[in-house]
């Protein structure tokens, strides 16, 4: 029988780019999902009708490919990993590779759909990692545990970004609300509080990795600088617990605002996210802040109540953005 796995998308509500120096971050699931189905197979199908691909291959050329994946990672050959993730098959291929491997299944017909809007800062690629590895541990007898299917996806995404944090497919995987930091790795929060936000697409897209590049290279030249930042976003982040756990709307919006000057100062915002930030502001948003890597994708703004989240929705869209009405705290990787 065909196994049937979803992931969410996230939404990354504070302490991005700052998180990639060992800052603590916090992030959702977002209720848009991505579904894998899996079928034990002799070879490899892999069919992505999302990024029109529909291939087969032998598991041994799958296995392979994997095993020149991993020993690029090990010389830290970020240029040629982002090379291979320029080709949308390979990153599915190589999630396959290591599901398989970790579930010694000798081939899979898998096919995966998504409604989380793509290249957005929305985590479409981690949705669709989690629950393709998922999917394929599910149809091979497998339990596909948040822990396992996070770990088995962070390769997709190493070919989509070079050196990601690990937030965006964690954050997809275990769902609800997360705290993340790159050392200790994540922490699912106890928290589900009542949060009215309108996320809101540039339609502009920028590489996460150049996006991340810009950070490192400030960092380098001017370390004093980019220090004071990651200070501040650190005690942003923390201060953003006691908001959630308090369902403090009101003093998220502040923090959202406060970590959007320091991003703005970082370098990577965009004038289109700043139209779409003063826009939502103008309208009434307790706070707003880019999501995700900026220099285009998404912002978001959280309202104070569904009256204020449809005036916000509505500036956005006059600014020119769309805007995405959805839930936080989404469920993470399930069967369905
Ligand atoms: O590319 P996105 O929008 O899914 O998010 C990237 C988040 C960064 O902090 C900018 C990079 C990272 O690896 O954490």
């Known amino acids: 029988m065909a196994m049937r796995v979803s992931a969410p998308g996230k939404l990354i509500l504070l302490g991005e780019h700052f998180v990639v120096h060992d800052c603590l971050a916090v992030a959702a699931a977002v209720e848009k999902r991505a579904v894998a189905t899996a079928l034990p197979h002799e070879t490899v199908v892999i069919d992505a009708p999302d990024y029109s691909i529909r291939q087969e291959m032998t598991t041994g050329d799958v296995l392979s490919f994997l095993s020149e994946a991993q020993s690029l990672r090990e010389k830290e050959d970020v240029e040629s990993l982002k090379r291979l993730g320029r080709d949308p098959l390979l990153p599915l291929k190589v999630v396959t ?133 990651l200070e501040q976003a650190e005690n942003i982040s923390q201060r953003g617990l006691d908001a959630l756990k308090s369902s403090d709307a009101h003093a998220l919006g502040a923090l959202a605002n406060e970590n959007q000057v320091i991003l703005r100062e970082l370098g990577v915002s965009h004038p289109f996210l700043e139209k779409l930030i003063i826009a939502a502001r103008k309208a009434g948003a307790l706070g707003a802040k880019l999501s995700g890597a900026g220099g285009g994708g998404i ?36 069967k369905e």
């Open 97 to 229: 590779g290591a599901a398989l491997a970790n579930c010694s299944g000798k081939g899979v017909n898998v096919r995966v759909t998504s409604d989380v809007p793509k290249a957005s800062g929305m985590g479409s690629g981690s949705a669709a990692f989690v629950s393709l590895a998922g999917a394929i541990l599910t149809a091979h007898g497998r339990e596909p545990d948040a822990k396992t299917v996070a770990d088995l996806a962070y390769v997709g995404d190493v070919l989509c970004h070079g050196k990601p944090s690990g937030i965006d497919n964690n954050t997809v995987a275990f769902g609800g609300y997360l705290k993340f930091r790159k050392s200790s790795g994540p922490e699912p929060l106890k928290v589900s509080p009542k949060l009215h936000v309108v996320i809101g697409s540039t339609g502009v897209s920028a590489p996460t990795s150049d996006m991340v590049q810009i950070n490192r290279d400030w960092l380098a030249l001017e370390p004093a600088r980019v220090d004071h930042l």
């Open 299 to 334: 912002m978001y703004a959280i309202c104070d109540g569904e009256d204020a989240q449809a005036r916000v929705a509505e500036a956005i869209k006059t600014a020119g953005g769309k805007p995405i009405l959805t839930q936080l705290g989404a469920q993470g990787v399930r």
